[in-house]
């Protein structure tokens, strides 16, 4: 959508000279602002309520005593669009070893039990963090069942896939049998869109879906696009290492976010989900 000044002068900003579509994400609208104090971020999600935007508020917060992260200028709706407008940060390039260090102290941010303070119901893939006490029992009802009802809704299941789906399922309800599970910040959607370098070398985390549960769900996210080298898990071990048996459990993580995609972009991701349901 277009941005006109009129639109544009609702902004609680100095005179804004200009604003630049930048291209990224398939869920916002985003704009690169200049104004006469410096420049600013903006997310725009078109005749959509200010609440939109409250859940990825909350969760910039919530990351910021351990993670940097782009500061919060102003939130609200202009004529029904919903607007997110964040300091703008400066790229440039550091150590994956930095950025390992710092998501394992976003992860020793704990809770004592999992989910988070309001549930994510405005986005494509809505999602319900009521507090619960069992990782699995939340894990299984408030990530993966949805996401499988979603699929079978859009025509995106099929008999065999739910035959795998129950026997993965089944592997997935005795993952965590003997081992202590601590409910960590996450930050929900740990791909290397949502990671950056600030021109001092600052690893920055964006676009957060933050809630508390296994860390390895966040860690499993990052083997699936690439982007994360060696260094970043030498970082992050040298901070917290990991349980024995993680790379055993990594497939029942990904496959939450290969579902994901499923729902969101269709059958381009059929067969990777396919080959993670086989591997129960």
Do not use: C
């Amino acid at each position: 959508m277009p941005l006109t000044s009129t639109w544009l002068e609702q902004l609680p900003l100095p005179h804004i000279q200009s604003a630049t579509p930048v291209a990224g994400g398939d869920i916002n609208q985003a704009f690169s602002l200049r104004t006469s104090e410096g420049p600013y971020f903006l997310l725009v999600q078109p005749q959509t309520p200010a609440s939109f935007y409250t859940h990825e508020v909350a969760g910039l917060k919530a990351l910021s005593p351990a993670a940097n992260v782009p500061d919060v200028i102003s939130t609200g709706a202009i004529e029904g669009d919903a607007y997110l407008l964040l300091e703008e940060l400066s790229i440039g390039t550091g150590s994956q070893y930095a950025l390992g260090q710092m998501v394992a102290h976003v992860h020793q941010l704990t809770a004592s039990r999992f989910g988070f303070d309001g549930d994510q119901l405005t986005g494509k893939l809505p999602k319900n963090n009521h507090w619960q006490a069992d990782w699995t029992t939340f894990y299984l009802e408030q990530r993966l069942d949805p996401l499988v009802q979603r699929a079978t809704k859009h025509g995106l299941w099929s008999p065999s896939r739910e035959t795998a789906y129950q026997r993965t399922r089944t592997v997935i309800a005795h993952m965590n049998d003997g081992r202590t599970v601590e409910p960590s910040l996450l930050h929900g959607d740990l791909w290397a869109g949502n990671v950056l370098f600030t021109t001092d070398g600052t690893p920055t985390l964006i676009d957060p879906d933050v809630f508390y549960g296994d860390r390895e769900m966040d860690l499993a996210m990052t083997t699936i696009f690439g982007g994360f080298d060696r260094n970043f898990y030498r970082g992050y071990e040298a901070v917290w290492p990991l349980a024995p048996g993680h790379t055993d459990r990594l497939p029942e993580y990904q496959l939450y976010y290969l579902l994901a995609h499923l729902n969101l972009f269709g059958e381009l991701y059929g067969s990777a989900v396919d080959r993670l349901l086989a591997l129960a």
